[in-house]
């Protein structure tokens, strides 16, 4: 048979009919395994990567978030439709985002960066708890939870919904800028009914680690082979962190992007969440740079899980190109 669209339809529809025709009387008499029930679910969301030869990172995933295409500034509509139908994706108002959080064991210390959103954002994220799980990660075991931020889709999952600490024995660690704007009771008085959540949501997340809270700045070493490194706008106090060791390294950036469809090849459209939307971009476009030029291996907030690839510069023209499945860590 020729390969062409009606020969193929053709195919499906004879396949079909041979079905409905002959395939039910069968059908009953075989045993359960024609029964098997369709599983609705994916299979769990972790990913492990090696770093040098002793650091390893694991990407988990917590669910995802649709974003209004109506929230990043300066869209024209019909270019974002053309992103969409390129990318073989829904065209429509919504673009559909993952939200990561990424697991580092080094030099015998095990960091959470970020935890997800828990159910703040709705019933699509929440599933860290089980994803650790799968990962055989104990909450018990992690010794610092680090946020690239304080917003809910990222430490939501710190805490249960009755306030209480979800990892008993981690130290929380998160820039001070970001304390300072989330702890500030001014800011949050003036902010609109969105901003106020925000506010709730930061303070409920970081109140049960306050006794074991660690402030740091830009450029700190958070323990042995992991680094902070500024990438302030989205919020005061945004931090993406470098993973090195050996000739490795992974920069976990964060928030940079929050749409890879959209972002990358259209880096000045900032999102309605940027408190600083214009250094947001600025942010957003060094980090492209950089990732470009020195071929960086990059790991994302809400790239498509396990949001780890890379950043090209094609003629002027940003693209992402996500990491090949590694057989091996
Ligand atoms: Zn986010």
């Known amino acids: ?36 029930p369709r599983a609705a ?47 073989f994706v829904p065209v429509g108002p919504a673009v559909r985002s993952g939200v990561n959080a990424f697991a580092v064991n080094a030099g015998g210390r095990l960091a959470l960066i970020d935890a997800g959103g828990r159910n703040l954002l709705g019933p699509t994220l929440g599933r860290l708890p089980g994803n650790l799980k799968a990962a055989g990660i104990d909450p018990a075991a992690v010794d610092l939870v680090v946020a690239t931020h304080l917003h809910p889709d990222h430490v939501g999952g710190l805490v249960t919904g009755d306030g209480a600490a979800v990892f008993p024995n981690a ?3 998160v820039h001070e800028a970001d304390w300072n704007f989330w702890t500030n009771a001014d800011l949050m008085a003036k902010a609109n009914e969105q901003g106020k959540m925000f506010f709730q949501a930061a303070q409920a997340a970081i109140t049960p680690y306050a006794k074991r809270t660690r402030l740091i700045g830009d450029d700190e070493e958070v323990m042995p082979g992991l680094r902070s490194i500024g990438l302030p706008g989205h919020t005061p106090g945004h931090t993406g962190f470098v993973v090195h060791s050996g000739p490795d390294t992974l920069l976990i950036w964060g928030d940079i ?42 790991a994302g907030m809400h790239l498509p899980f396990p949001g780890i690839g890379r950043i090209l510069d094609e003629g002027g023209v940003y693209q992402y190109q996500p990491e090949p499945w590694r057989f091996e860590p």
């Open 1 to 36: 048979m020729e390969l062409t669209r009606r020969n193929l339809l053709a195919a499906c529809a004879g396949g079909l009919a041979l079905a409905a025709g002959l395939g039910l009387a069968d059908a009953r008499r075989r045993p359960a395994a024609a029964a098997q």
């Open 257 to 298: 992007v929050h749409s890879a469809l959209l972002q990358v090849p259209h880096p000045d459209w900032s999102i309605a969440f940027d408190i600083g939307p214009d250094l947001a971009v600025a942010t957003r476009r060094k980090a492209f740079a950089m990732a470009a030029s020195d071929r960086l291996l990059v």
């Open 41 to 87: 679910h994916q299979v769990p969301g972790i990913y492990r990567l090696s770093i040098g030869d002793d650091i390893e990172v694991t990407a988990l995933l917590d669910g995802y978030i649709d974003l209004g295409t109506n929230l990043f500034r300066g869209a024209p509509e019909e270019e974002v439709r053309r992103l969409q139908e390129a990318a």
């Open 171 to 173: 130290e929380l660690v």
